[in-house]
């Protein structure tokens, strides 16, 4: 296993620490989503506008300051994990482990979108509408109704992803590249 290696170097050193570091904060970034889908917007539905208003401004901060540090854990300890195998770039673009970590990255920018929106515009414009007009408020509970349900979507599938990660075998190992070899 990585670390446990006699010469492993720095990055061999920190990958076990960086991976349970990256399973946490994983989750608990995905559990702050996974609560808003579940929990919170059905009780939204029960609550009068300002009540509404309310928690949805103090739940969505209070998330907002634990993504902002669990999100570069994420990306950073995952990336150290990675990085610790000692890919190549052939062995990230040619075996199926690799392209795997590609497209995983690639969703999670894309997840960035929904969350972007939800950290720059729900957020302070709640706020702003703390005294402010029913349809306003109405309006960007909508928004961010319809923002975190695409959020907790985008998330399953990088879940869907990372399930697959775990039945292939890492982008160095000899066998990743014997199944992409062409028949001789």
Same mark, same amino acid.
């Given at each position: *296993?990585?670390? %446990? %290696? *006699?010469?492993?170097?720095? !990055?061999?050193?920190?990958?076990?620490?960086?991976? @349970?570091?990256?399973?946490?904060?994983?989750?608990?970034?995905?559990?702050?989503?996974?609560?808003?889908?579940?929990?919170? !917007?059905?009780?939204?539905?029960?609550?009068?506008?300002?009540?509404?208003?309310? $928690?949805?401004?103090?739940?969505?901060?209070?998330?907002?300051?634990?993504?902002?540090?669990?999100?570069?854990?994420?990306?950073?300890?995952?990336?150290?994990?990675? @990085?610790?195998?000692?890919?190549?770039?052939?062995?990230?673009?040619?075996?199926?482990?690799?392209?795997?970590?590609?497209?995983?990255?690639?969703? +999670?920018?894309?997840?960035?979108? *929904?969350?972007?929106?939800? +950290?720059?515009?729900?957020? *302070?414009?709640?706020?702003?509408?703390?005294?402010?007009?029913?349809?306003?408020? $109405?309006?960007?509970?909508?928004?961010?109704?319809?923002?975190?349900?695409?959020? &907790?979507? +985008?998330?399953?599938?990088? $879940?869907?992803?990372?399930?697959?990660?775990? @039945?292939? &075998?890492?982008?160095?190992?000899?066998?990743?590249?014997?199944?992409?070899?062409?028949?001789?």
């Amino acid at each position: *296993p990585l670390g %446990e %290696e *006699p010469t492993a170097g720095v !990055l061999q050193a920190l990958a076990p620490a960086s991976n @349970l570091l990256h399973l946490y904060a994983t989750a608990t970034w995905i559990g702050g989503i996974l609560y808003f889908v579940v929990i919170l !917007l059905p009780v939204l539905r029960g609550l009068v506008d300002n009540s509404r208003g309310a $928690l949805l401004r103090e739940t969505i901060t209070r998330f907002s300051q634990l993504a902002l540090v669990t999100v570069p854990l994420v990306a950073l300890s995952g990336t150290i994990v990675y @990085l610790a195998e000692q890919p190549s770039v052939e062995s990230t673009l040619n075996t199926g482990y690799g392209r795997e970590v590609l497209i995983k990255v690639g969703l +999670l920018f894309v997840l960035m979108i *929904p969350a972007s929106y939800n +950290l720059r515009k729900v957020g *302070p414009r709640l706020v702003k509408l703390r005294a402010k007009a029913h349809p306003a408020l $109405l309006a960007l509970a909508g928004g961010f109704r319809r923002s975190i349900r695409w959020e &907790a979507l +985008l998330v399953s599938v990088v $879940l869907v992803f990372s399930a697959l990660l775990t @039945l292939s &075998a890492p982008a160095t190992d000899p066998p990743a590249y014997a199944i992409n070899a062409p028949p001789t």
